[in-house]
Nanobody
Framework: QVQLAESGGGLVQPGGSLRLSCVASGIIRSDNTMGWYRQAPGKERELVASVDWTGITNYVDSVKGRFTISRDNAKRSVFLQMNSLKPEDTAVYYC?????????WGQGTQVTVSS
């Protein structure tokens, strides 16, 4: 089992920045992928960004150039630096951890971009 604890959401004005953090605990395999999904009201959950154990990253087109994902393997953590935030980035952001043992989810953290 893997447990994920997220932090860093909140309310920010358009153009502002937030940094999301997620710490994993439990049975952690080194060959894993961590990342973030988001779900806005009335929309399906979408992958925002991911980073695998080799450091290869992947982003949804709508956040490229604005969001940066990173990880600290020693701290079993993944981070999402979100800059130039837009109202359409408003959603609940979910951290995930995936290995051959399965996919695990955090509880979600609300990000609201509004003036």
């Amino acid at each position: 089992q893997v447990q994920l604890a997220e932090s860093g959401g909140g309310l920010v004005q358009p153009g502002g920045s937030l940094r999301l953090s997620c710490v994993a605990s439990g049975i952690i395999r080194s060959d894993n992928t961590m990342g973030w999904y988001r779900q806005a009201p009335g929309k399906e959950r979408e992958l925002v960004a991911s980073v695998d154990w080799t450091g290869i990253t992947n982003y949804v087109d709508s956040v490229k150039g604005r969001f940066t994902i990173s990880r600290d393997n020693a701290k079993r953590s993944v981070f999402l630096q979100m800059n130039s935030l837009k109202p359409e980035d408003t959603a609940v952001y979910y951290c995930y951890f995936e290995s051959y043992l399965g996919r695990y989810w955090g509880q979600g953290t609300q990000v609201t971009v509004s003036s």
